[in-house]
């Protein structure tokens, strides 16, 4: 908790307005009542306003400064519904069907972000991953100059003297099944900047594999040291401060004692705090894995790449587990342009 009480208190300087599409989850509607309590922001809930009050009622839990909104009783909805015929009219969409997708929590809340009428978006706690990415990826897309969209875990385990004082970014774990060379680097990019912003210190980001740097001469390797060139590059001509090591096994990125035994000269191994992972598979297997066996705060999926701020969490989250995504949602937000030049200046269909 000391990692997300640092956020807290820097989003209470700056409060932001987060919807989540998914009104009536017990969970969903605690983490929203703490991010009121907490002065984080406006918690905006969506779906039928009797059911909510009712599901609140019924968990004994206050509704006061949060914010519902039923998209079928919404004035915006038919700008909505136009905004989205529009986006999609390379698909033939037609009113009814644009209309049909914008009665859809998902659909509604990722065009309240894209509109500016909120500043970040999470859900997820009942909904199958698609069911929450296809929204976005539809709606508000990648961002500027930006080519890849994944997602990162951000976790903080009890002992300390790994990553930063105990939290880790990892990456990607919900998005991309199996990246090529330049997915991969740009999920590293991405991480590293998103760590930067959210540590407020160096990140030392490593490329994991099975082996570290040439024990072992499999083609599938190549992909990694690839990436890891890459993200170099295009760190520098970004002027991301970051240092990037790959191919590394998680034990020589973490641990420095072995670090030290299987590499001469490294910024990153032994002291890595952004791990990224060569597929998907791998990614999300290994932060499960950290989250369930070290009882780790695990606060994630978090968004990476698009034009605004979101989060898909996971269906085992816990409300504690969804208010700390929601605070680095919020926090991403107080400098979105920073992370991503140009982000959010276009409106959907424009």
Do not use: W
Request: neutral net charge.
């Amino acid at each position: 908790m000391r990692f997300i009480g640092g956020l807290i208190e820097k989003l209470q300087r700056h409060p932001k307005r987060v919807v989540f599409p998914e009104g009536t989850e017990p969970r969903i509607l605690q983490a929203a009542r703490q991010f009121h309590s907490l002065r984080l922001g406006i918690p905006m809930l969506l779906g039928d306003r009797g059911a909510i009050k009712e599901a609140a009622a019924q968990l004994e839990v206050s509704l006061e400064g949060v914010r519902i909104i039923d998209p079928q009783q919404s004035e915006e909805l038919p700008n909505f519904v136009r905004r989205f015929e529009l986006l999609r009219r390379y698909k033939g969409i037609q009113e009814r069907e644009a209309r049909e997708a914008m009665l859809q929590p998902n659909y509604f809340g990722a065009m309240m972000v894209a509109m500016h009428q909120a500043d970040g978006f999470v859900s997820g706690a009942k909904e199958f991953s698609g069911s929450v990415l296809r929204p976005l990826f539809q709606i508000i897309k990648v961002a500027p100059r930006m080519q890849t969209a994944s997602s990162c875990m951000v976790m903080e385990v009890e002992n300390s003297r790994f990553g930063e004082n105990g939290v880790m970014f990892m990456a990607d774990c919900g998005v991309i099944p199996e990246p090529n060379v330049e997915q991969l680097s740009d999920i590293a990019v991405s991480t590293a900047q998103l760590a930067r912003q959210i540590l407020g210190s160096r990140p030392r980001v490593a490329l994991l594999s099975y082996s570290t740097k040439g024990s072992s001469t499999h083609a599938s390797l190549g992909r990694v040291k690839a990436a890891a060139a890459l993200a170099v590059k295009k760190a520098a001509d970004r002027l991301i401060d970051a240092d990037f090591d790959g191919e590394l096994q998680v034990d020589a990125a973490l641990i420095p004692e072995i670090a030290s035994r299987k590499l001469i000269d490294s910024n990153v191994a032994g002291r890595a705090n952004v791990l990224i992972f060569p597929d998907l598979n791998s990614g999300n297997i290994g932060s499960k894995l950290v989250q369930h066996l070290t009882r780790a705060n695990a606060y994630g999926q978090i968004l990476l790449g698009l034009d605004r701020p979101a989060a898909d969490v996971s269906r085992g989250s816990t409300a504690h587990d969804i208010l700390g995504v929601a605070t680095i949602v919020g926090v991403q937000a107080v400098e979105y342009h920073k992370l991503y030049p140009g982000a959010g200046e276009k409106l959907p269909g424009d």
